[in-house]
């Protein structure tokens, strides 16, 4: 397919060297469009179809320079090749440091014609060249921002599910209240607590994140806060009074979170249930870094090893805090130099990445 030869617009008061310009640039294979002065020039710019226009300086009404203020004023201008007579290279570096891509000078008899070709050529190739790198860097802006409307839009949906949850699993959790509240056997009324303990602790992972910035992970030590202050509310009495907290600013992924928080419910609901018999006593939990890896401990001052079994005990406590700590891929230590109970667990602050089983096997 042939490409559609260029339009040239020639703006010069000189009509016999617009007839050399027309048939030496026809000849090139250009299409030429002569204008005589500046305003006709751009009068024949707003009907369009001009490629690249050659501009003489010295003109009646408007000269060269104040019609090149005006075309490259114009939406979509063309490149302007700047046209003169004189040697003076203050005019070469006036025209081209207002936006002239070219600057040449002319003689009459004709002999500047193949430079302006050459000239013309370069110009339009230039301005495709800077079209198609403005086209592209408008097509990346456009896609960066259709990719943060829907990043944005996703974040929105995300935190609107996470608060949806998060208020259901807080009304499950309350409905466990009151059933407890209102059951008048011990049994009963301790199973629907451990419940309600371990819906609010994942409860609280989503009422973290709907209030959160970061969708992607939990600070574990407001986390934990809000969690113990969660089982004091929900204690009778005082047993609960004494819970304490130290943590380091620790932040991790919102699975890890929830697994967290039903293992240190569990073993403080185990603590409280086990720990002093006569009744009430200090119960802490400590949450530290160390390199890599996330040291926590729920500790007592209670019985410790001389505590009876509970013939009521199901261990399904013991059973959910060892499936937790296979999530976490957490080593779970009883500390014997303890007076009490000391219960440590250790992990990576990072998950390891998940092997792929396929790959292993092919491997």
Same mark, same amino acid.
């Given at each position: 397919?042939?490409?559609?030869?260029?339009?040239?617009?020639?703006?010069?008061?000189?009509? #016999? !060297?617009?007839?050399?310009?027309?048939?030496?640039?026809?000849?090139? #294979?250009?299409?030429?469009?002569?204008?005589?002065? #500046?305003?006709?020039?751009?009068?024949?710019?707003?009907?369009?179809? @001009?490629?690249?226009?050659?501009?003489?300086?010295?003109?009646?009404?408007?000269?060269?320079?104040?019609?090149?203020?005006? @075309?490259?004023?114009?939406?979509?201008?063309?490149?302007?090749?700047?046209?003169?007579?004189?040697?003076?290279?203050?005019?070469?570096?006036?025209?081209?440091?207002?936006?002239?891509?070219?600057?040449?000078?002319?003689?009459?008899?004709? %002999?500047?014609?193949?430079?302006?070709?050459?000239?013309? %050529?370069?110009?339009?190739?230039?301005?495709?060249?800077?079209?198609?790198?403005?086209?592209?860097?408008?097509?990346?802006?456009?896609?960066?921002?259709?990719?943060?409307?829907?990043?944005?839009?996703?974040?929105?949906?995300?935190?609107?599910? +996470?608060?949806?949850?998060? +208020?259901?699993?807080?009304?499950?959790?309350?409905?466990?209240?009151?059933?407890?509240?209102?059951?008048?056997?011990?049994?009963?009324?301790?199973?629907?607590? +451990?419940?309600?303990?371990?819906?609010?602790?994942?409860?609280?992972?989503?009422?973290?994140?709907?209030?959160?910035?970061?969708?992607?992970?939990?600070?574990?030590?407001?986390? !934990?806060?809000?969690?113990?202050?969660? !089982?004091?509310?929900?204690?009778?009495?005082?047993? &609960?009074?004494?819970?304490?907290?130290?943590?380091?600013?620790?932040? @991790?992924?919102?699975?890890?979170?929830?697994?967290?928080? @039903?293992?240190?419910?569990?073993?403080?609901?185990?603590?409280?249930?086990?720990?002093?018999? %006569?009744?009430?006593?200090?119960?802490?939990?400590?949450?530290?870094?160390?390199?890599?890896?996330?040291?926590?401990?729920?500790? %007592?001052?209670?019985? #410790?090893?001389?505590?009876?079994?509970?013939?009521?005990?199901?261990? &399904?406590?013991?059973?959910?805090?060892?499936?937790?700590?296979?999530? !976490?891929?957490?080593?779970?230590?009883?500390?014997?130099?303890?007076?009490?109970?000391?219960?440590?667990?250790?992990?990576?602050?990072?998950?390891?990445?998940?092997?792929?089983?396929?790959?292993?096997?092919?491997?």
């Amino acid at each position: 397919m042939t490409a559609p030869r260029p339009t040239l617009l020639y703006i010069d008061d000189d009509a #016999g !060297l617009a007839r050399l310009v027309e048939r030496g640039l026809t000849r090139a #294979g250009f299409r030429v469009v002569h204008a005589a002065d #500046g305003q006709r020039g751009l009068e024949r710019l707003q009907q369009g179809g @001009i490629d690249v226009v050659a501009l003489d300086q010295s003109m009646p009404g408007l000269d060269g320079l104040e019609t090149l203020d005006r @075309i490259l004023a114009t939406p979509h201008a063309p490149p302007v090749v700047f046209v003169t007579a004189s040697q003076d290279s203050k005019i070469a570096v006036t025209a081209l440091k207002a936006g002239a891509a070219d600057y040449l000078v002319k003689d009459v008899q004709g %002999d500047f014609i193949p430079l302006l070709q050459v000239a013309a %050529d370069g110009a339009i190739r230039r301005a495709r060249i800077q079209k198609a790198r403005d086209d592209a860097e408008a097509e990346v802006h456009a896609s960066r921002d259709r990719y943060a409307a829907l990043a944005a839009e996703r974040e929105v949906l995300l935190r609107e599910v +996470n608060h949806r949850v998060g +208020n259901s699993l807080q009304i499950i959790a309350s409905l466990l209240h009151l059933q407890a509240s209102s059951s008048t056997q011990d049994d009963v009324k301790a199973a629907l607590t +451990n419940a309600m303990g371990r819906v609010a602790a994942v409860a609280q992972v989503h009422r973290r994140l709907y209030t959160s910035h970061d969708l992607k992970s939990v600070l574990l030590n407001q986390y !934990l806060d809000a969690l113990l202050e969660d !089982l004091r509310r929900s204690a009778e009495g005082n047993r &609960m009074s004494r819970l304490t907290l130290e943590a380091e600013q620790i932040e @991790i992924d919102p699975d890890r979170a929830v697994a967290i928080g @039903i293992i240190v419910n569990e073993l403080v609901m185990n603590a409280i249930k086990y720990a002093y018999p %006569d009744g009430a006593g200090p119960i802490h939990v400590d949450l530290r870094a160390l390199g890599s890896d996330v040291i926590l401990s729920i500790s %007592d001052d209670g019985v #410790g090893l001389n505590a009876k079994t509970d013939p009521r005990s199901t261990g &399904m406590g013991q059973r959910i805090v060892t499936a937790m700590a296979g999530k !976490l891929e957490a080593s779970v230590e009883r500390d014997p130099a303890h007076a009490g109970t000391r219960i440590v667990l250790r992990f990576d602050r990072i998950p390891a990445p998940a092997t792929n089983p396929e790959k292993t096997a092919a491997g």
